[in-house]
T-cell receptor, first 112, second 117 residues
Framework: GEDVEQSLFLSVREGDSSVINCTYT??????LYWYKQEPGAGLQLLTY?????DMKQDQRLTVLLNKKDKHLSLRIADTQTGDSAIYFC????????????FGTGTRLQVFP | NAGVTQTPKFQVLKTGQSMTLQCAQD?????MSWYRQDPGMGLRLIHY???????DQGEVPNGYNVSRSTTEDFPLRLLSAAPSQTSVYFC????????????????FGEGSRLTVL
């Protein structure tokens, strides 16, 4: 079945690294995505990783995928106050490629 | 660039009333979907459409209807509103299937906050 879980809150100091974790239960997941939701707005795509990759880096963002443990993480280096938002992971699977299943979302709060 | 436009942004209904949330996109996207966002539950898929004339149910379809008569529009109808439908609703669209990163990026509207008393 499809189930994507995240911790609800994360608080970090400005300049530190943030690590947001996500676990999923469907081992056949193909693409895994990270979306960001700023206050009062819709979601925007941050980055994605394909299931045959272990890591992907994009400027301050690093995505790590552990398929054995069904664990996905998003690391934000040098976290800034502008990074304060809700972060969602999402997966798609081979037998239902028409939709994304979103996690519960992690609210990241960055304090000075 | 308009992208995905949702109306209204805010709405208060009484139990039993009906209403339609409007969604329009100007990107010629085939895929459109409706999600609801509730605290601690993330985004849950209500209904989706892979093209004009084609709709399908998501995780939480009960109490909602959709239709897709044009590529651009995907309205969500609440037939008889209930307090459990108090939520923030998001419409999203994508070029194509989520199984490919170059077609699967979802573009979201700004949301419609619905309160049912």
């Amino acid at each position: 079945g499809e189930d994507v879980e995240q911790s609800l809150f994360l608080s970090v100091r400005e300049g530190d690294s943030s690590v947001i974790n996500c676990t999923y239960t469907d081992s056949s997941s193909t693409y895994l995505y990270w979306y960001k939701q700023e206050p009062g707005a819709g979601l925007q795509l941050l980055t994605y990783i394909f299931s045959n990759m272990d890591m992907k880096q994009d400027q301050r963002l690093t995505v790590l995928l552990n398929k054995k443990d069904k664990h996905l993480s998003l690391r934000i280096a040098d976290t800034q106050t502008g990074d304060s938002a809700i972060y969602f992971c999402a997966e798609t699977t081979p037998y239902n490629t028409d939709k994304l299943i979103f996690g519960t979302g992690t609210r990241l709060q960055v304090f000075p | 660039n308009a992208g995905v436009t949702q109306t209204p942004k805010f709405q208060v209904l009484k139990t039993g009333q009906s209403m339609t949330l409007q969604c329009a996109q100007d990107m010629n996207h085939e895929y459109m979907s409706w999600y609801r966002q509730d605290p601690g539950m993330g985004l849950r898929l209500i209904h989706y459409s892979v093209g004009a004339g084609i709709t399908d149910q998501g995780e939480v379809p009960n109490g909602y209807n959709v239709s897709r008569s044009t590529t651009e529009d995907f309205p969500l109808r609440l037939l008889s509103a209930a307090p459990s439908q108090t939520s923030v609703y998001f419409c999203a669209s994508s070029l194509g299937t989520a199984a490919s990163f170059d077609t699967g990026e979802l573009f979201f509207g700004e949301g419609s906050r619905l309160t049912v008393l």
